[in-house]
Nanobody
Framework: VQLQASGGGKVQPGGRLRLSCAGS????????IGWFRQAPGMERQGISC????????YYDDDVKGRFTVSKDSASNTVHLQLTSLRPEDTGVYYC???????????????????????WGQGTLVTVSS
């Protein structure tokens, strides 16, 4: 299983970015892709999740209403649209996959890094004027 995260960059406050997580090396249609971010000196924080099994989604309160997760219908690519970006959104954004509990209905499972077995390499988002 391989995950390739992309789309990071530097934007001004209020700006937007679209992150993508391309998954390969698996044939299962039942998986959950989680999005995490890690600011300097901080722990990795679960911010969003999308499950192909049941189309369930999860958003952390910090990003609810500003970020939107979606999946390409024809591929194993999950996107995270970031809008109304704030300086505190700065960090490395990672995507991760799990197949053992492929749903985002349970926040604890959706946002806990240890629940995910496979990780992408991360993409840096910097929000600064």
């Amino acid at each position: 299983v391989q995950l390739q995260a992309s789309g990071g960059g530097k934007v001004q406050p209020g700006g937007r970015l679209r992150l993508s997580c391309a998954g390969s090396g698996f044939t299962s249609d039942n998986y959950a892709i989680g999005w995490f971010r890690q600011a300097p000196g901080m722990e990795r924080q679960g911010i969003s999740c999308f499950a192909s099994t049941d189309d369930s989604m999860y958003y952390d309160d910090d990003v609810k209403g500003r970020f939107t997760v979606s999946k390409d219908s024809a591929s194993n690519t999950v996107h995270l649209q970031l809008t109304s970006l704030r300086p505190e959104d700065t960090g490395v954004y990672y995507c991760a996959a799990q197949f053992s509990l492929p749903t985002c209905m349970f926040p604890e499972a959706a946002a806990t890094p240890s629940r995910y077995k496979f990780w992408g390499q991360g993409t840096l988002v910097t929000v600064s004027s």
